[in-house]
């Protein structure tokens, strides 16, 4: 139970409030951060001493697989990850297992002992969000929320196609309220469409092969649809030809398509208080970049192409993206892209899954393994830290794993380190193949982050980039009572011994969600309720009722009833919908 927490004496991080390692107390109570308390709530107040160590607001990841069909394909492929990695029961948490794609359970545990408490899952296959949702449902610890796929989808494109904007806006709203989803996830535009008929796409021109729909417009009227509900978040933006050398290119001009869309998210919510803008303005949200980002030819002349997309990025303001660090070892690789995987697979051979999500999406899900060894990986390895390191602005960048494609999420206090630390780079490079050297351009590269920069990219920016900064990712009044405690002092921190801070954010000194402690020292200590957003975006009821008389008659393509579409709220942990008003 939320309770009244005082901590003392701690170097606050807090971006965007402009704090950066300044001594003071944080104060919370019912749930919420205070500007102070009174004399009566001190008799009953759990106070912690923070002196000498790190105090951020809670993790907040705003792109990882975690739930869903998908990421319990990868469960299936991978029985290794279950026999060899996992966690027994306790009187307090469930058992669990899994290294790159760990049970329900076991995930939210991972997450809240590095000082996580807010994830949201960012690919929801529309016909499988009920099973997306009793994942969620059942992770411990987080708060959740999920973006819809549409970037294939039957009935948009249909739309689209005879430019019925208004029909496409209340599809696009009814769809997000029908599953109880949160924002637009477009992966591939046209291309997974094609891959249902062995096709893919190449070029932002190239019509879909059924709805005559490109690329360039699928992007444009996402974009525009997305700013005309006043969606929280930006289009969250997977380019074509993921993962192809040479795909940097169409991955720039990607970003340069909605470069002219104006932000407008409008959420009737009550907003924390914080010294900086908290609401995005960004129009596009590329993720996973370095997968984007490849360069060269072919496999023969590849190299880095992240250069090209982050100056594009540092010049202009429409766009913020996320890493899709590669730290090495074990990975899953799971996507919508279907072609994407299909061609994973006949490089590598390995075991491979492929579905076709009928009239909405596809995926794909191979078993990897990222080696020092390796040319390519070793290339990725760099470019991962590239995108995040050649931003001039750390508020244009957040930092992934793209969780469990470059790798699970647990590695992302060695991906801080290598941020944060030039000799943990050095240090790699030399257990690296030299294409990481001679193909990327991350050894000229001497930039070490700070621990501002550190909580701009795990928490400040990834909360206001997806429209949830209005309580995440801030420490100011009104806030979330989520906190995270690392034993960093960062006036004895030494970046050469980056060791300290990999041990430093692996396991928080303490885990706070919404005033109670959740974690300590890597040890679960509650396990409280937990929040599922989504957005309830309200439209012209002509348009919704004329676009149901459509889907109704074309819902004849699907396996399934009608009346069997919907995801009701009792699959939801604590339904939160964020009130959204359209632009009429």
């Known amino acids: 139970m939320a309770g009244t927490i005082a901590i003392k004496n701690g170097y606050v991080y807090d971006p965007l409030n402009e704090i950066n390692g300044d001594i003071m107390d944080i104060f919370i109570k019912d749930g919420k951060v205070v500007t102070q308390l009174s004399g009566a709530d001190m008799k009953d107040v759990k106070e912690i001493d923070a002196k000498g160590k790190t105090v951020m607001p809670g993790g907040v990841d705003s792109h990882s697989h975690v739930a869903g069909a998908k990421v319990n394909t990868g469960r299936m492929m991978r029985p290794e990850d279950h026999y060899k990695h996992y966690q027994k029961r306790t009187p307090l948490t469930h058992s669990g297992t899994g290294y790159t794609v760990p049970s329900v359970y076991l995930g939210g545990y991972e997450y809240s002992k590095m000082g996580y408490t807010t994830v949201f899952e960012a690919a929801v296959p529309p016909m499988e969000a009920r099973h997306t949702h009793e994942e969620m449902r059942s992770t411990p610890m987080l708060d959740m929320g999920g973006y819809l796929v549409l970037g294939n989808n039957w009935f948009l494109m249909r739309y689209l196609k005879e430019g019925d904007v208004d029909k496409a806006a209340a599809y696009i709203s009814w769809m997000m309220k029908t599953h109880k989803t949160y924002g637009i996830k477009c992966v591939n535009p046209g291309g997974v469409e094609n891959w249902g008929w062995g096709e893919n796409v190449g070029a932002l021109d190239q019509a879909n092969i059924h709805f005559d729909v490109t690329p360039e417009e699928m992007i444009k009227s996402l974009s525009e649809l997305n700013e005309k509900l006043g969606i929280p978040m930006p289009v969250h933006l997977h380019a074509n030809n993921l993962g192809h050398p040479g795909c940097w290119e169409i991955t720039r001009d990607s970003l340069k398509i909605p470069k002219s869309v104006k932000a407008k998210p409008n959420t009737d919510v009550e907003w924390a208080e914080t010294k900086r803008n908290a609401k995005?303005?960004?129009?596009?949200?590329?993720?996973?970049?370095?997968?984007?980002?490849?360069?060269?030819?072919?496999?023969?002349?590849?190299?880095?192409?992240?250069?090209?997309?982050?100056?594009?990025?540092?010049?202009?303001?429409?766009?913020?993206?996320?890493?899709?660090?590669?730290?090495?070892?074990?990975?899953?690789?799971?996507?919508?892209?279907?072609?994407?995987?299909?061609?994973?697979?006949?490089?590598?051979?390995?075991?491979?899954?492929?579905?076709?999500?009928?009239?909405?999406?596809?995926?794909?899900?191979?078993?990897?393994?990222?080696?020092?060894?390796?040319?390519?990986?070793?290339?990725?390895?760099?470019?991962?830290?590239?995108?995040?390191?050649?931003?001039?602005?750390?508020?244009?960048?957040?930092?992934?794993?793209?969780?469990?494609?470059?790798?699970?999420?647990?590695?992302?206090?060695?991906?801080?380190?290598?941020?944060?630390?030039?000799?943990?780079?050095?240090?790699?490079?030399?257990?690296?193949?030299?294409?990481?050297?001679?193909?990327?351009?991350?050894?000229?590269?001497?930039?070490?982050?700070?621990?501002?920069?550190?909580?701009?990219?795990?928490?400040?920016?990834?909360?206001?980039?997806?429209?949830?900064?209005?309580?995440?990712?801030?420490?100011?009044?009104?806030?979330?009572?989520?906190?995270?405690?690392?034993?960093?002092?960062?006036?004895?921190?030494?970046?050469?011994?980056?060791?300290?801070?990999?041990?430093?954010?692996?396991?928080?000194?303490?885990?706070?969600?919404?005033?109670?402690?959740?974690?300590?020292?890597?040890?679960?200590?509650?396990?409280?309720?937990?929040?599922?957003?989504?957005?309830?975006?309200?439209?012209?009821?002509?348009?919704?009722?004329?676009?149901?008389?459509?889907?109704?008659?074309?819902?004849?393509?699907?396996?399934?009833?009608?009346?069997?579409?919907?995801?009701?709220?009792?699959?939801?942990?604590?339904?939160?919908?964020?009130?959204?008003?359209?632009?009429?």
């Open 280 to 584: 995005r303005h960004e129009s596009v949200y590329l993720t996973h970049c370095q997968f984007n980002a490849f360069g060269g030819t072919s496999w023969r002349d590849f190299e880095s192409g992240v250069k090209g997309i982050t100056d594009y990025v540092n010049s202009n303001d429409h766009v913020v993206m996320d890493s899709g660090c590669v730290p090495f070892g074990d990975a899953t690789v799971m996507t919508g892209d279907g072609p994407a995987i299909h061609d994973l697979y006949v490089l590598t051979g390995h075991k491979w899954s492929n579905t076709d999500v009928e009239c909405e999406c596809g995926s794909g899900v191979l078993p990897f393994e990222y080696l020092k060894s390796n040319p390519i990986h070793s290339s990725q390895w760099a470019m991962g830290l590239e995108v995040l390191l050649y931003v001039k602005d750390a508020w244009k960048s957040i930092m992934t794993t793209d969780s469990p494609n470059g790798g699970p999420f647990t590695k992302y206090p060695q991906v801080i380190a290598w941020l944060m630390s030039n000799k943990a780079r050095e240090d790699t490079f030399a257990e690296c193949h030299k294409w990481a050297q001679d193909r990327t351009g991350l050894g000229g590269e001497t930039r070490e982050m700070t621990l501002n920069e550190i909580a701009i990219l795990t928490r400040a920016n990834p909360a206001r980039t997806i429209g949830m900064s209005y309580r995440k990712g801030t420490l100011g009044v009104g806030a979330d009572g989520d906190v995270a405690i690392y034993n960093i002092d960062p006036k004895k921190l030494e970046v050469n011994d980056y060791e300290s801070i990999i041990r430093g954010f692996e396991n928080a000194a303490y885990t706070i969600k919404a005033g109670e402690v959740v974690s300590q020292m890597g040890e679960i200590v509650a396990v409280p309720e937990k929040n599922t957003f989504y957005t309830d975006i309200a439209v012209d009821s002509d348009d919704e009722k004329s676009m149901l008389a459509d889907v109704k008659k074309w819902f004849k393509y699907y396996t399934i009833g009608f009346d069997r579409y919907p995801t009701p709220e009792k699959y939801l942990a604590n339904p939160t919908p964020i009130q959204v008003n359209a632009e009429k």
